[in-house]
């Protein structure tokens, strides 16, 4: 396409639009940052002024939030961990090792990315109890991973698939074994596809709710998305510290996206348009 | 000497499947038992009678159809499908319409481009739970955004308490994921657009053809095969939905928003009816497993395209 003739005026209209879209996130900041007393009224500031804390030391106050935020932490990073662990060496023998089958197991792990998770939860629920996995970080992170994992190997294998035969050949003349060569030669290559994986698993396990809201009872174990919920539910109309919370739940998100950002778009394209 | 060398085809070929086996058993063995074993559990359950006793070892007798039988039976069934239908439906609706807009625009080049499709693309990564939370927040009767914004524009008559009335309520989920869907439909039919040879524009332009004559005749035939992707992507993915419902309403007020992923949770996970929500579990899957299996046709027929070209 030509550059039109106006470039200025189309960052304006982008840069109006994208704003009026932000509108909601951009609300729940600027909640979070004003008095109680200026928050349930008719008539709304629209920035806040003075800018306070409270809201956040509220929300901060028992304890509840801290301990949530912790477990996410742990349950996203068990999930990265999981989930690389057990899709790399996947996804390079379905790229590389011409195995029977492998052609329908790429199919299915389209398809299984697709799943509600409510289906998967409900048996999940069962099967859990039964070999004492629910309320463990154990069992929401394996739960986790049933959505990377998938995920993980659609974006890998095709990357694998683009590491040089003849490099990995060189590597076992030189009389590295198979996992020499996968560790020593493949890895390097496919960086980018691990960061966007790992990135996008540490956003789908700090974000998932329905594993968390159905597998983990005990708030010892319980992920930050069931407890801003419980907020919901708990502090009908403390707006403020609600957004507070909100706020800082969203955080992690907007800081990894922001550094990972070229790589995640990229796994996301990858993900949903390709097989 | 090593076996594995390049050139050795009999001992070598089968070294490679065995290493090839060795190296995919962590990943599904993993599969097998957190995915496909529940998933053949929970179609198990569907026909067997199973309730909380059965969670604490009790008898789980075998019921034939029962469980679907009940579910067929049940009016709240049939109304979270009708919900669900016109949840999938409104949402797809605008956050097609509007993520084609927006593709089209961030289609041309100008400054900044980037930085404003990142931005956008905030919004669909934000966790469900807190993008319901924002939401039910903006849409609040007293003190929400989205009335404050009316009354200050003189349209305050129109504000309302949109997620507490029947009637709203529904269209105030819709909103929230259309705000949810609309970047990444953006991002998906803006790499289509990116597909579109420029020289045809171009000789349009010269042959005479408005702006208008070449969004009908070039951008929209050629962007149909992503279009129809993208919208079968959206269907799977909107039809799913919980957490942002879950979030907002809670299936309520009463039972407006009411859809079938929240109809399955409180069958199986509030009132203990383990087979009857195995059962409506299994039909709420039917639905995109059938919009799967034609995205997948269509990326196959896509890749052989693809490899033919």
Redesign the interface.
């Known amino acids: 396409?030509?550059?039109?003739r106006r470039?200025?005026l189309?960052?304006a209209?982008?840069?109006a639009?994208?704003a009026a879209?932000?509108?909601?996130?951009y609300?729940?900041a600027a909640?979070s940052l004003k008095q109680p007393d200026r928050?349930?009224?008719?008539?709304?500031q629209w920035v806040p002024a003075p800018v306070t804390t409270v809201n956040y030391t509220a929300a901060f106050a028992d304890g509840a939030l801290a301990r949530a935020l912790a477990n996410s932490l742990v349950i996203s990073c068990g999930v990265v961990l999981l989930t690389l662990?057990?899709?790399v060496?996947?996804s390079?023998?379905?790229a590389?090792?011409?195995?029977r089958g492998s052609g329908t197991?790429v199919?299915a792990?389209?398809?299984?990315q697709?799943?509600?998770?409510?289906?998967?939860a409900?048996?999940?629920?069962?099967?859990e109890?039964r070999v004492g996995l629910d309320n463990t970080y154990l069992g929401l992170i394996?739960?986790d991973?049933?959505l990377t994992?998938?995920f993980a190997?659609i974006v890998l294998r095709p990357l694998l698939q683009g590491v040089p035969v003849e490099l990995e050949?060189a590597a076992?003349?030189d009389?590295c074994?198979?996992p020499g060569v996968l560790l020593r030669v493949v890895l390097p290559v496919m960086v980018p596809g691990l960061i966007a994986v790992a990135g996008l698993s540490f956003?789908l396990g700090?974000?998932?709710?329905?594993f968390g809201?159905?597998l983990a009872k005990r708030p010892e174990v319980q992920p930050v998305?069931v407890v801003?919920?419980s907020f919901?539910g708990a502090y009908g109309t403390s707006?403020g510290p609600?957004?507070a919370t909100?706020t800082i739940?969203?955080l992690p998100?907007?800081c990894l996206?922001a550094v990972l950002?070229r790589f995640v778009?990229g796994g996301?394209?990858a993900g949903?348009?390709?097989? | 000497m090593?076996p594995?060398?390049?050139g050795d085809t009999g001992p070598h070929a089968a070294r490679?499947?065995r290493?090839?086996?060795l190296?995919?058993f962590?990943?599904?063995a993993?599969?097998a038992l957190?995915?496909a074993?529940?998933?053949l559990?929970?179609a198990w359950?569907s026909v067997h009678d199973?309730g909380l006793s059965?969670?604490l070892g009790g008898p789980e007798p075998f019921n034939g159809l029962a469980n679907y039988r009940a579910t067929a039976a049940d009016p709240a069934f049939w109304h979270a499908v009708r919900l669900s239908a016109v949840f999938t439906a409104g949402s797809l609706l605008f956050q097609f319409t509007l993520g084609f807009a927006?593709a089209l625009?961030?289609?041309?080049?100008?400054?900044?481009?980037g930085l404003?499709r990142?931005?956008?693309?905030?919004?669909w990564?934000?966790?469900?739970?807190?993008?319901g939370?924002?939401?039910?927040?903006?849409l609040?009767g007293?003190?929400g955004?989205y009335n404050?914004l009316l009354?200050?524009t003189g349209m305050g008559a129109l504000s309302h308490d949109w997620l507490n009335d029947p009637a709203t309520a529904l269209g105030g989920v819709i909103l929230a994921n259309v705000?949810v869907g609309?970047p990444f439909n953006m991002?998906?039919l803006l790499?289509g657009l990116h597909g579109i040879d420029?020289e045809l524009?171009?000789a349009a332009a010269l042959d005479g053809a408005n702006a208008w004559q070449r969004f009908r005749r070039i951008t929209l035939p050629l962007m149909r095969p992503v279009s129809v992707?993208v919208l079968l992507?959206g269907l799977?993915?909107t039809?799913?939905v919980?957490?942002l419902v879950?979030?907002m309403t809670g299936g309520g007020p009463v039972d407006a928003t009411d859809v079938l992923?929240l109809y399955?949770?409180q069958v199986?996970?509030t009132s203990f009816r383990?087979g009857r929500?195995?059962a409506a579990?299994?039909l709420?899957?039917a639905v995109?497993?059938l919009?799967?299996a034609l995205?997948?046709r269509r990326?196959?027929r896509e890749?052989r395209e693809g490899e033919a070209a």
């Open positions: 396409m030509k550059p039109p470039p200025w189309l960052t209209t982008a840069a639009i994208t879209f932000l509108l909601p996130a609300w729940m909640t928050i349930l009224v008719a008539h709304p662990l057990l899709a060496p996947l390079y023998a379905l590389r090792l011409r195995m197991m199919l792990l389209l398809i299984a697709l799943l509600p998770s409510i289906v998967l409900a048996p999940l629920f069962i099967l109890h394996a739960a991973t049933t994992l998938p190997v050949e076992l003349v009389g074994g198979r956003l700090w974000g998932e709710f329905i809201l159905t998305t801003l919920n919901v707006w609600l957004m909100a739940v969203s998100v907007v996206f950002q778009v996301l394209t949903s348009v390709r097989a | 090593r594995g060398r390049p490679r499947r290493t090839g086996y190296f995919s962590p990943g599904l993993f599969l957190l995915l074993y529940p998933l559990y929970n359950i199973v059965g969670l927006l625009l961030f289609a041309r080049p100008f400054p900044l481009n404003l990142s931005l956008l693309l905030m919004a990564l934000l966790p469900p739970v807190v993008s939370t924002l939401f039910k927040w903006m609040d007293d003190s955004a404050a009354r200050s705000w609309v991002l998906l790499v420029p524009h171009e992707t992507l799977i993915y039809f799913k919980f957490d879950f979030v992923s399955v949770y199986f996970f383990f929500g195995a579990g299994l709420l899957l995109p497993l919009a799967a995205y997948v990326l196959r890749a």
